[in-house]
């Protein structure tokens, strides 16, 4: 074994953000996507091209979501924005303060569970925290330059 090999034994290499983003999704977001599908919808690929379809719909479904919300968002609304406020203050004052995660959001944190003990996964999620990390960084310096 050469120095260098034995110097990497024990440090994870790191992915490239392309390759990390896809193990993350592959592994976390995409079982999650078609349990959710197949439960609530009986829903299931037939074969792996179906499931890219499923996945690219999902997606273009997802980012005209997103433009909406941010159509919406832009336009605002102040009545509903009080509404929501004094909601909320009434709730707080008689104790109920906690959000109770949705169905979703109780999905992902079982899959992210599950996840964890993955060693490819955990170096792709450690990959794109570098990455981004590093990209937070450079933004600093261009601001201070």
């Keep these: 074994m050469s120095q260098d090999t034995q110097q990497n034994a024990g440090t994870p290499q790191m992915l490239d953000p392309e390759s990390a983003y896809a193990t993350v999704h592959q592994r976390v977001y995409a079982?999650?996507?078609?349990?959710?599908?197949?439960?609530?919808?009986?829903?299931?690929?037939?074969?792996?091209?179906?499931?890219?379809e499923m996945l690219t719909m999902a997606a273009q479904l997802r980012t005209a979501h997103d433009v909406e919300l941010e159509k919406q968002a832009s336009v605002g609304n102040p009545v509903l924005a009080g509404a929501k406020a004094h909601l909320q203050q009434q709730l707080n004052a008689h104790g109920y303060n906690t959000p109770h995660p949705d169905t979703n959001q109780q999905l992902i944190k079982e899959a992210a569970a599950q996840a964890s003990f993955d060693p490819d996964l955990a170096r792709a999620v450690l990959s794109l925290q570098t990455a981004s990390e590093m990209a937070a960084q450079q933004a600093a310096q261009q601001q201070h330059a």
């Design 31 to 52: 079982p999650v996507f078609f349990e959710k599908l197949a439960s609530q919808y009986g829903i299931k690929p037939q074969n792996e091209a179906d499931a890219m």
